[in-house]
Every structure is written in C-alpha cells, then in structure tokens.
C-alpha cells in the first residue's frame, strides 16, 4: 500500500496521535525544558513587576503582586535558595527511598517470579482480564512493568490459542494506561504527594494542611478494576477480531518458578503476613494512631525491603550483605535522570512559587470562570478532561524521551533478552489487519 493511499485511511484519532508525537519528538530532554520554562518564568516575572500587576488573594485578603528575578531582590534570592530547591523538592528523597525498597524486591527476582505465578495457567475467556490487570498493578515496579509484561503476556496469549501481538498490546496498554493505578501505594504515589503538597504551600504558604500517599488510594483501587474490564473488553470485542485466528504454534511458555524461588515467595508472604500484623497491633495498640499516614513512606519501606530480603535470602539470590548493597547500587544507578530532572524542576518550582505566578494564575483563572458562571459540577468534570487530554501528550512526550535515550542494555533490554518469542509470533494469520 502507497504511503499516499495509508495517510488517506487514517482515522481522525490516528492523525491526531500521529501530529501530537511529532510536536513532542520535537521538544529537548526533561531537563532542558525545564530550563527553558524557568527562564520563560522568570521573564513573565519581570513583566508583571515592572507593569505594577497585583491580584487579591481570596483566602488572605492580602495582595499578591509578581517578584522580579532580575533584581538584587531576585539575585539573593537565586544565591541562598539553588541548593534548598534541589534538596528541598519533595518528589526527591520520596521516589528514591521508596525505588530503594522496591528495587530489593526487583533486583531479587521476586518481582518476575510473581508475574510468572500469577500468569500460569490462566482459563482462556480471562486470560485479557488478567493480563490488563497484571500490567495495571505491575507499574509498582515503576518503567519494568512495560518492558517485562508485554513478552509474558505474548507468551500467555500463544499458550491459549491466541495472537501473541494481541498479547503484548494488552500487557503494554495496562502497563500504560492504568500506570498510576494499583492495589498498592507505588512510587509515583509519593511523587504525586511531592507536587501536590508544593502547589498547596505555593498557594498558601502558612498553611499545616498536607496531602498524604495515600489520598487517592480508594480512586486508584477502583481504577485497577475498572482499567482491567475496560482493556480486556476491548480487546476481545475490537482487537481479536481484526486478526482473526491465530494459526502459529504454541511451544513457547513462561519460565517455570524454581523451586527456591516458590521457597522465597512463600518466605516473603509470611513477611507481609506478620509485618502487617505487627503494625496493626501498633497502630491499635496506640503507637501509630495519628502517625500511620504520616509515616506511611517508611512503613511501606520496611514492607518492600523485608519481603525482597527475604525472598531473596530465601531463593539464594542474595547470598550476602555485598549483594544486597550491589543490589541497591544498581537501583541507584539508574537514578541519575531522575536526579538531573530534579534538580531543574526544583529549580523552575522554586522560581514559579517565588515569582507567585502560581497564585496570580489560580486567583486570575478561579475569577474568570466565576465571572462566566463555569462553576460546580461542570467545572470538575471539564477539568478531568482536560487532565485526560494533557496527559496524551504527557505520555507521547515520554515514550518519545525513552526512544531517544534508550540503550540496548540493562532493564530496557531485559524483557528482551528473557523471553524471545519463536518467529511463529510474527508469522500472519488470517485476516491479521495491515497496521
């Protein structure tokens, strides 16, 4: 088929998707557009202290007028505060602490053993079910989860009877899709908490009110069921029938569990089992009452690390203390672009707070919408949508940074390396859909 012929057959959505990843194949790393937009903000700032702009701030009474960055004003600012916006951003000490205790239980093999686990066996009529909610709960295990989870699912789906492709879009779109949803608190939980604490202070600044990790916990329990139903059906009814039946063979399976690997799952559920209890009887007992939320990050800290140690003691993956630390060490390593994103968003953060843009923005748009009568009900559900639409980008934005960044070594390779398919996965079956 001409190319001319296949951009004539798109659909209105296709060149919609298609237009949005070429405007953001277009934009520089995460850190340099975070540079960027500091030094947009920082003339913004200029602009609207120079113009004298000032808004009243509702909750205060008092007003709120733009700080100039290019000012003796704004260079002290800038000298005393580049340090305590990088150490300061709560996103930081947040993911890397819990990225600490998660990697135990990833570097282990816990992660994968589970996967494998719960992925044997599956009755055919589920299997879409279950693979959607696998990759919905899988992102605890943050970017692994699309890499490891699509071959599984393929392998899954090949072990039924059915396209292995279809296989891996499922796995990958609940790995996606349903990315910040889950059972459990992850690590994009506590990075949700960072932002969501740091536009409250931004706003007001004298406040003790605090979002926790676990503030939206119900919304995120509920997702993982609803991601899982709405994947899974769309699949059965929209994708399988444009591939029809699948006529390759079926000899690949998922790797077995190692019987010190079913010793170390089960050693690391009677972990869970009694952390969980002893922090039940301190929290009613009286200790942890009025610090459970509080403390929610070094609880799940110690759950995560106890359970990866002793799965992984327990399977002999971790023989010692030096491969614990070597464990750790190489969560760490791949931590740098997130510490280097850090440093710059703290940076633009710091600045936008500084230059109280933030509250000029919210003071200015909540009066607008006053003023139009776009209040209630139909504002929230206006601001949902386009929270959904922003997020398209959001996501087209990063795959494309993770394309470009990509190296054909270490986790982004491990998926790969691990589960090859037989070449039967690509073979055509009848009436596969020219994509």
Not at 1 to 6: A, D, I
Not at 408 to 418: F, K
Request: hydrophobic share 50%; aromatic share 12%; glycine share 10%.
């Amino acid at each position: 088929m001409s190319k001319e012929n296949t951009a004539a057959n798109k659909s209105w959505v296709d060149k919609m998707i298609g237009g949005i990843e070429a405007v953001c194949n277009k934009l520089p790393p995460p850190a340099i557009l975070f540079c960027v937009l500091f030094l947009f903000v920082a003339v913004i700032g200029a602009i609207f202290s120079i113009a004298g702009v000032s808004l009243v701030n509702p909750s205060t009474g008092e007003a709120v007028v733009a700080a100039n960055l290019f000012s003796t004003e704004g260079l002290h600012w800038f000298l005393t505060s580049m340090v305590k916006n990088f150490t300061g951003f709560a996103p930081l000490g947040l993911v890397i602490t819990m990225t600490l205790a998660i990697g135990l239980c990833e570097e282990s093999g816990m992660l994968i053993a589970l996967l494998n686990t719960a992925l044997k066996n599956v009755p055919a009529t589920l299997v879409p079910y279950v693979i959607a909610f696998v990759g919905t709960v899988g992102n605890i295990a943050s970017d692994t989860a699309m890499v490891v989870i699509p071959p599984l699912a393929a392998l899954v789906y090949m072990g039924v009877g059915k396209h292995p492709v279809i296989g891996m879009m499922v796995g990958y779109a609940g790995a996606q899709a349903g990315f910040t949803a889950n059972l459990m608190i992850a690590g994009t939980d506590t990075l949700l908490q960072g932002l969501t604490n740091d536009a409250i202070l931004s706003f007001l600044p004298d406040t003790t009110f605090a979002v926790d990790a676990a503030c939206n916990w119900y919304f995120m329990i509920a997702s993982t069921f609803l991601c899982s139903l709405v994947i899974g059906t769309v699949s059965i009814k929209l994708i399988e029938p444009r591939f029809g039946k699948y006529e390759g063979s079926a000899d690949s399976k998922i790797d077995e569990v190692t019987a010190d690997q079913k010793k170390g799952l089960r050693a690391a559920g009677i972990t869970a089992v009694v952390y969980i209890a002893l922090v039940a009887a301190l929290y009613y007992g009286g200790p942890l009452k009025g610090m459970f939320l509080k403390g929610m990050i070094p609880i799940l800290f110690c759950l995560f690390s106890l359970c990866g140690l002793a799965f992984g003691y327990t399977s002999k993956a971790y023989k010692n203390v030096v491969d614990v630390n070597k464990a750790m060490t190489r969560q760490m390593s791949a931590m740098g672009s997130y510490v280097l994103f850090c440093f710059f968003c703290g940076q633009f953060q710091g600045l936008f707070n500084w230059t109280k843009l933030g509250t000029m923005l919210a003071i200015a748009g909540a009066d607008f919408f006053e003023s139009i009568g776009f209040t209630g009900i139909p504002l929230c559900v206006a601001f949902i949508v386009l929270c959904a639409f922003v997020n398209i980008f959001i996501s087209r934005y990063a795959g494309a940074y993770r394309r470009r960044t990509r190296t054909d070594t270490g986790d982004n390779a491990y998926g790969a390396r691990r589960y090859r398919l037989p070449p039967s996965a690509s073979a055509p079956c009848s009436s596969q859909p020219a994509w």
